[in-house]
Each structure stands twice: as structure tokens, then as C-alpha cells.
């Protein structure tokens, strides 16, 4: 069984930065990508960023160049560094480990809220 824990939300005022932490249980990130996703309240789930095994990175448009996710792989560890936050970026953030199938499926972490204030 594979577990994930979010940590490092929280309030933020615009502008600022937050880095968020997820931490995986087994050696799991050596072969698989990992994604963090978001919910904003009355909205659906949304893809932020996903990084493969081999390092690639990919972002939502609404935040290129302002994210940027890394992963600590003898760690199991993936974090999220969110820069020039906004308040449209207030949101439960999900880490996402899918396994054997397509990002966004398998397993998910419990979230952790990020709150950025105008």
C-alpha cells in the first residue's frame, strides 16, 4: 500500500511563496512520474504539474514560471515551490502517485489548503 503526505500550506499574502512537500512511503518514485493537482472550492480537480522518472517537467499554463516542481528520489520525496502566488491559486493541493496507470488515477494524498489573501 502506497501513502502520501502533503505538508507546507498555509496563508499567504499575494506575491509571496510556499513550498509544498509530499513524502511517499516505498521506493516508488525511481519508475513512476508524480503529479500535484488542485481543487478549488466549486471546481473540479486540476493537473499543476507532473515530473517523470527521468526528470521532465511539466506546467499548467496558469503557472509557468512561477511553479516548479523537483522530486528527492532516494528521499521519496516531491515537493512543489509556488512563487508569486496569486489569490486564484487558493486551493486543497493533492499529491498524486498513479502507479502503473495515467496521472490522475491510483493513489492520492490527503491534501494540504493553500490560502493566498489579495
Known amino acids: 500500500q502506497v501513502q502520501l503526505v502533503e505538508s507546507g500550506g498555509g496563508l499567504v499574502q499575494a506575491g509571496g511563496s510556499l513550498r509544498l512537500t509530499c513524502a511517499a512511503s516505498g521506493s516508488i518514485f525511481r519508475v513512476n512520474a508524480m503529479g500535484w493537482y488542485r481543487q478549488a472550492p466549486g471546481k473540479q480537480r486540476e493537473l499543476v504539474a507532473f515530473i517523470t522518472s527521468g526528470g521532465t517537467t511539466n506546467y499548467a499554463d496558469s503557472v509557468k514560471g512561477r511553479f516548479s516542481i523537483s522530486r528527492d528520489s532516494p528521499k521519496n520525496t516531491v515537493y512543489l515551490q509556488m512563487n508569486s502566488l496569486k489569490p486564484e491559486d487558493t486551493a486543497v493541493y493533492y499529491c498524486?502517485?498513479?502507479?502503473?496507470?495515467?496521472?490522475?488515477?491510483?493513489?492520492w494524498g490527503q491534501g494540504t489548503q493553500v490560502t493566498v489573501s489579495s
Open positions: 498524486n502517485y498513479p502507479g502503473a496507470g495515467p496521472l490522475g488515477t491510483g493513489y
